[in-house]
Nanobody, 123 residues
Framework: QAQVVESGGGSVQPGESLRLSCVVSGYPYPNYYMAWFRQGPGKAREGVAVIHTDGRKYYADSAKGRFTISRGDDENTNYLQMDSLKPEDTAMYSC?????????????????WGQGTQVTVSS
C-alpha cells in the first residue's frame, strides 16, 4: 500500500529556514510527480512546488525565489527547502503524489496524500 510521510515542520522566526522531507513508499508506479501543497488558516489549499522522479521541477509563483524542491539520493524522497520564511508561510504543508496529474498545482489532480507537517512562522 502506498504511503507518503512528511517531516521537518516546526516553529521558526521570520527570516529563518526549514527543510521539509517527503518519503514515498509502496507506490506502484516507477515514475511519478511529487508535489507540495500548503493550507494556511482560513485559506484554500495551494500548490507550492512539484518534482518528477526524473528530476524535472516546477514552482508556483508564490514559491519562486525562496523555496527549492530537490530529489534525494533515493528518487522516492524529496525535500522542500524554505528560506527567508515569512508569517504568511504559516500553514500545514502536505506532500502528494500522482503518476500523471492533469494540473500540477491543483489538489484534486493528486490521488495519494500524506498527513502533512505544520510550519509556523512567528516572532
Amino acid at each position: 500500500q502506498a504511503q507518503v510521510v512528511e517531516s521537518g515542520g516546526g516553529s521558526v522566526q521570520p527570516g529563518e529556514s526549514l527543510r521539509l522531507s517527503c518519503v514515498v513508499s509502496g507506490y506502484p508506479y516507477p515514475n511519478y510527480y511529487m508535489a507540495w501543497f500548503r493550507q494556511g488558516p482560513g485559506k484554500a489549499r495551494e500548490g507550492v512546488a512539484v518534482i518528477h522522479t526524473d528530476g524535472r521541477k516546477y514552482y508556483a509563483d508564490s514559491a519562486k525565489g525562496r523555496f527549492t524542491i530537490s530529489r534525494g539520493d533515493d528518487e522516492n524522497t524529496n525535500y522542500l527547502q524554505m528560506d527567508s520564511l515569512k508569517p504568511e508561510d504559516t500553514a500545514m504543508y502536505s506532500c502528494a503524489v500522482d503518476p500523471s496529474p492533469w494540473e500540477f498545482f491543483y489538489p484534486g489532480a493528486y490521488k495519494t496524500w500524506g498527513q502533512g507537517t505544520q510550519v509556523t512562522v512567528s516572532s
